[in-house]
């Protein structure tokens, strides 16, 4: 059952980590497209500074889980790497727990964000007067996917007794 949950989180955050990367490339270009059309056109698509704020903020988001999964993330070695193979695992599964409860409580509280985005019918103030509730989507995405790479986390630590 858990190589089950292991396959799916490792398909999820590779497909986040795509999705970033496209966001990234998305962003260079926008920027590229900025550049050249005020140095060579005197045009502006006056969407460039918000957009690539949009775009910078979802790869962050759609790249949590992957970073986790790769290990990526701040961890605090200099203690966990003294100590013996069962106790860091039960500082791992403390540690993923202890992550788990405050991704929980940030999901929660992004996901009312963007209802809220929604219901109140929020614009952006910039010229394209874009719908803040699509910017915070991947927000909610993003925590979605990191919470389910933490919960197969503990999960992995829980029920394999080498460590991994």
Known sequence: ML???EKLNKRLSLGGAYLASLLFVGLVVLIMVEIIGRSFFDYSTMLADEYSGYFYLAAIFFGLAYTFNQEGHIRITIITSRLSSSVKRWVDIFAGIFTLVILLFVLYYSWLFMI??????????NVSETPLYLTQIPISIGVALFVFAVL???????????DS
């Open 116 to 125: 809220d985005s929604k219901e109140m019918e929020m614009l952006s103030e």
């Open 3 to 5: 190589s089950i949950f």
């Open 152 to 162: 197969v986390f503990i999960l992995r630590r829980v029920f394999t007794q080498k």
